[in-house]
């Protein structure tokens, strides 16, 4: 069994890979997405969202703790993404991640994301320009969703993700329209991976151990993804993997402590005070005293004030 930490844009950045693959259990990470439109990025551009790129030719693209990274691109025309696919396999990326599954507006109002469901057929001419233009021996994956309004082409999109030649699948188990909001429809991962040949990865609503086990039930998948939930219970990967208790408060502290100093270095400090916020929306889910902590410093605006009260 895989587990695996999602992509989350503003969410799980680097730093926050860096941490959460410290405490272990991570198979591999997929970044944020990196937008793709109608031209070759830069190197800049790459290192930015998977700074791991920078020392991928010494001990290959992966956290410090040595957890495989791989860049997840976003776009909508297959030549630039396969452009743009050897460059990342160049830089040192462990494979190419597609999203088809980011349910953003802004995203989808650009042609990019989820809103691609809609057409298995340019799904298909996007995955082959990539799997044709990158190494014989590099990953391809791809993430959906079950479909943008209905989950009609559920079955048909990812059919058309096997065909195009992808080396695995990513389901997260919702709609766009459906967004975020429970229950993840994890029977419907089941019924597409009835009709494909290709590993099959389930995501949606693993929240800890009982979600990762029913997931796993209903899905008929042995490998996992999440991503809410690894900021909610920082040990995530090694509770579902049975072989820890849920982290205590005092250890979780100590993370948010060494986040901070992650956080509040150089110029990153003027986003520190969202950020650390953020990150306790999610931990209040699973620790009573987060919400506590989130009450004493939500009305701060600085960094150095929310450490000073850390």
């Given at each position: 069994?895989?587990?695996?930490?999602?992509?989350?844009?503003?969410?799980?950045?680097?730093l926050m890979r860096d941490l959460l693959t410290q405490v272990g259990g991570y198979d591999?990470?997929?970044?944020?997405?990196?937008?793709?439109?109608d031209q070759v990025i830069a190197d800049r551009g790459f290192y930015r969202l998977c700074?791991?790129?920078?020392?991928?030719?010494?001990?290959?693209?992966?956290?410090?703790?040595?957890?495989?990274?791989?860049?997840?691109?976003?776009?909508?025309?297959?030549?630039?993404?396969?452009?743009?696919?050897?460059?990342?396999?160049?830089?040192?990326?462990?494979?190419?991640?597609?999203?088809?599954?980011?349910?953003?507006?802004?995203?989808?109002?650009?042609?990019?994301?989820?809103?691609?469901?809609?057409?298995?057929?340019?799904?298909?001419?996007?995955?082959?320009?990539?799997?044709?233009?990158?190494?014989?021996?590099?990953?391809?994956?791809?993430?959906?969703?079950?479909?943008?309004?209905?989950?009609?082409?559920?079955?048909?999109?990812?059919?058309?993700?096997?065909?195009?030649?992808?080396?695995?699948?990513?389901?997260?188990?919702?709609?766009?329209?459906?967004?975020?909001?429970?229950?993840?429809?994890?029977?419907?991962?089941?019924?597409?991976?009835?009709?494909?040949?290709?590993?099959?990865?389930?995501?949606?609503?693993?929240?800890?151990?009982?979600?990762?086990?029913?997931?796993?039930?209903?899905?008929?998948?042995?490998?996992?993804?999440?991503?809410?939930?690894?900021?909610?219970?920082?040990?995530?990967?090694?509770?579902?993997?049975?072989?820890?208790?849920?982290?205590?408060?005092?250890?979780?502290?100590?993370?948010?402590?060494?986040?901070?100093?992650?956080?509040?270095?150089?110029?990153?400090?003027?986003?520190?005070?969202?950020?650390?916020?953020?990150?306790?929306?999610?931990?209040?889910?699973?620790?009573?005293?987060?919400?506590?902590?989130?009450?004493?410093?939500?009305?701060?605006?600085?960094?150095?004030?929310?450490?000073?009260?850390?």
């Amino acid at each position: 069994m895989r587990v695996i930490l999602a992509p989350m844009e503003g969410v799980l950045d680097h730093l926050m890979r860096d941490l959460l693959t410290q405490v272990g259990g991570y198979d591999l990470c997929v970044t944020e997405f990196v937008r793709v439109v109608d031209q070759v990025i830069a190197d800049r551009g790459f290192y930015r969202l998977c700074p791991e790129l920078k020392h991928a030719g010494v001990y290959g693209c992966t956290t410090r703790s040595g957890t495989p990274v791989r860049v997840q691109l976003l776009g909508q025309h297959p030549e630039y993404l396969a452009e743009n696919a050897v460059k990342a396999i160049e830089l040192g990326s462990n494979g190419i991640d597609l999203n088809f599954g980011c349910p953003a507006k802004t995203v989808n109002k650009s042609r990019g994301g989820a809103i691609l469901l809609k057409d298995p057929d340019n799904l298909y001419r996007i995955i082959s320009a990539v799997k044709q233009a990158v190494p014989k021996d590099a990953i391809v994956s791809a993430k959906i969703r079950l479909g943008y309004e209905d989950k009609s082409l559920a079955i048909e999109n990812a059919q058309a993700v096997e065909s195009a030649g992808a080396n695995e699948l990513t389901v997260h188990a919702r709609t766009k329209l459906e967004g975020y909001k429970p229950p993840a429809h994890w029977q419907w991962i089941a019924k597409i991976k009835d009709e494909i040949a290709i590993p099959v990865i389930a995501n949606g609503e693993i929240w800890g151990l009982a979600d990762a086990l029913k997931c796993r039930e209903v899905s008929q998948c042995a490998d996992i993804m999440v991503g809410r939930g690894a900021l909610a219970m920082p040990n995530l990967a090694k509770v579902i993997k049975q072989e820890s208790a849920v982290m205590p408060w005092q250890d979780v502290r100590a993370l948010l402590a060494k986040y901070t100093e992650y956080e509040t270095y150089g110029a990153k400090s003027k986003y520190y005070p969202n950020r650390i916020k953020q990150w306790l929306k999610y931990l209040k889910l699973q620790y009573p005293q987060a919400e506590a902590l989130f009450q004493e410093i939500r009305t701060l605006k600085t960094a150095t004030d929310i450490t000073a009260a850390l």
